[in-house]
């Protein structure tokens, strides 16, 4: 059997970066050593739930580009929020209106 391989884990545990251990790769996929009878499992490198890289640096720039991407979504949803408090501040009642 060959060396392990070593990968680095982002998105399972917030923005912490896990040094795991696999047995072999694809181009999409990883096989992480497995526990009890099963030798290995099978995960995708790229998942909603988890993403695989080769470095730390990769695992790092990857957290660091998914937090800018949050920060600049939170600011355009902060425009369109105080957007529409300035229109809902600036509505007058209509004519007749109790």
């Given at each position: 059997m060959s060396a392990p391989l070593i990968k680095y884990r982002t998105g399972w545990i917030g923005n912490a970066i896990e040094t795991v251990e696999c047995t072999r790769e694809t181009a999409k996929c990883v096989y992480l050593v497995g526990r009890?009878?099963?030798?290995?499992?099978?995960?995708?490198?790229?998942?909603?739930?988890?993403?695989?890289?080769?470095?730390?640096?990769?695992?790092?720039?990857?957290l660091r580009a998914k937090a800018e991407d949050e920060r600049d979504h939170s600011a355009v949803?902060?425009?369109?929020?105080?957007?529409?408090?300035?229109?809902?501040?600036?509505?007058?009642?209509?004519?007749?209106a109790a």
């Open positions: 009890g009878k099963k030798l290995e499992r099978r995960e995708a490198k790229l998942a909603e739930y988890a993403q695989y890289h080769d470095s730390w640096a990769d695992a790092k720039e990857y949803a902060l425009e369109i929020a105080e957007a529409k408090l300035a229109k809902i501040s600036a509505m007058v009642p209509p004519r007749g």
